[in-house]
């Protein structure tokens, strides 16, 4: 199994829903990240976790709260969004926080915020 | 900071042809490169990864190559299928910094059948 699974494909929301989503891989890596991509833009890095503790924040306002409960999964918890954060987000593994690993990626969330 | 450009932006080919997109990056002091290939509105699959001390890397019908000392990539695309459709981003890893992937803004390959 090489696959990054993420969930919901889709999600709309209004500004002041809660949400969540949610990444799973069974790779056994030890390292999982959150990207967000907006259209015709590469992927930016959100957070990083190595060993299930948050390793990497960058800077991503606090209603946008990552999770890493075990070793295989990874939830981003979305509360009282803007318009602006309508994205197609990322979730990505690699078998560690190491120089020269490769990346996996999930086919990604698209977010619509109304 | 490191800065990772691809050209051209968008490029069309009628099938068949053999191709090459570019990948330039400003800082030499990197631990590899990274090729992905995105359809649209979806998710990143890797395609091939170079790492510092290697000059190419080849799966299938496509071959990679890095110069470091210049900063330059290419993924070269032979034969080329309408199915190769989609947008090409290289990554570059470098050695400093905590946040040390750096992605380019992709090339939008279409094939023309």
């Known amino acids: 199994d090489t696959e990054v699974t993420q969930t919901p494909k889709h999600l709309v929301m209004g500004m002041t829903n809660k949400k969540s989503l949610k990444c799973e891989q069974h790779m056994g890596h030890r390292a999982m990240y959150w990207y967000k991509q907006k259209a015709k833009k590469p992927p930016e890095l959100m957070f990083v976790y190595s060993y299930e503790k948050l390793s990497i924040n960058e800077s991503v306002p606090s209603r946008f709260s990552p999770e890493c409960p075990n070793s295989s999964l990874l939830n981003l918890h979305l509360h009282a969004l803007q318009p602006e954060d309508s994205a197609l987000y990322l979730c990505?593994?690699?078998?560690?926080?190491?120089?020269?690993?490769?990346?996996?990626f999930g086919s990604g969330t698209q977010l619509s915020v109304l | 900071k490191q800065e990772v450009t691809q050209i051209p932006a968008a490029l069309s080919v009628p099938e068949g042809e053999n191709l090459v997109l570019n990948c330039s990056f400003t800082d030499s002091a990197i631990y590899n490169l990274q090729w992905f290939r995105q359809d649209p509105g979806k998710g990143l699959t890797s395609l091939l990864l170079?790492?510092?001390?290697?000059r190419e890397q080849t799966s299938g019908r496509l071959n990679a190559s890095l110069d470091k000392s210049s900063g330059r990539s290419t993924l070269y695309i032979a034969a080329s299928q309408p199915g190769d459709s989609a947008t090409y981003l290289c990554?570059?890893?470098?050695?400093?910094?905590?946040?040390?992937?750096?992605f380019g803004t992709g090339t939008r390959l279409t094939v023309i059948p």
């Open positions: 990505a593994s690699s078998q560690g926080w190491e120089t020269n690993e490769k990346l996996f």
């Open positions: 170079i790492q510092s001390s290697q």
């Open positions: 990554a570059v890893r470098g050695v400093s910094g905590a946040n040390n992937l750096f």
